[in-house]
């Protein structure tokens, strides 16, 4: 039912800009947050930014000032724009969304995009 597909990611030189977007299929009912993820080569997956459904967001450190995520919630859809752009943020960039089950306990369960590639150019 949840199926997220990301896109936007690309080649791009250090220093520049790009924007990525990931549209959820699944219905907004019971749905927590959405997300980006990263994982580099050899590296574990980070979460990159998050946006609730009252907005609120959270960044990892190393993105704070240059990255933004965003939502549009009527068409169930974040984005995310990055700027700045350097070698470190090459990556794998994942969408993820959280929803609560719908048995009435309220666990929290992920789903995932496959994810877009960045590549940055040195």
């Known amino acids: 039912q949840v199926q997220l597909v990301e896109s936007g990611g690309g080649l791009v030189q250090a220093g520049g800009s790009l924007r990525l977007s990931c549209s959820n299929s699944?219905?907004?009912?019971?749905?927590?947050?959405m997300g980006w993820y990263r994982q580099g080569p050899g590296k574990e997956r980070e979460l990159v930014a998050s946006?609730?459904?009252?907005?609120?967001?959270n960044y990892a450190d190393s993105v704070k000032g240059r990255f933004t995520i965003s939502r549009d919630n009527a068409k169930n859809t974040i984005y995310l724009q990055m700027s700045s752009l350097n070698p470190e943020d090459a990556a794998v960039y994942f969408c993820?969304?959280?929803?609560?089950?719908?048995?009435?306990?309220?666990?929290?369960?992920?789903?995932w995009g496959q994810g877009t590639q960045v590549t940055v150019a040195s």
């Open positions: 993820n969304a959280r929803y609560y089950s719908s048995d009435g306990f309220r666990r929290l369960l992920d789903y």
């Open positions: 699944g219905s907004a009912f019971r749905l927590n947050s």
């Open positions: 946006i609730t459904t009252g907005g609120t967001t």
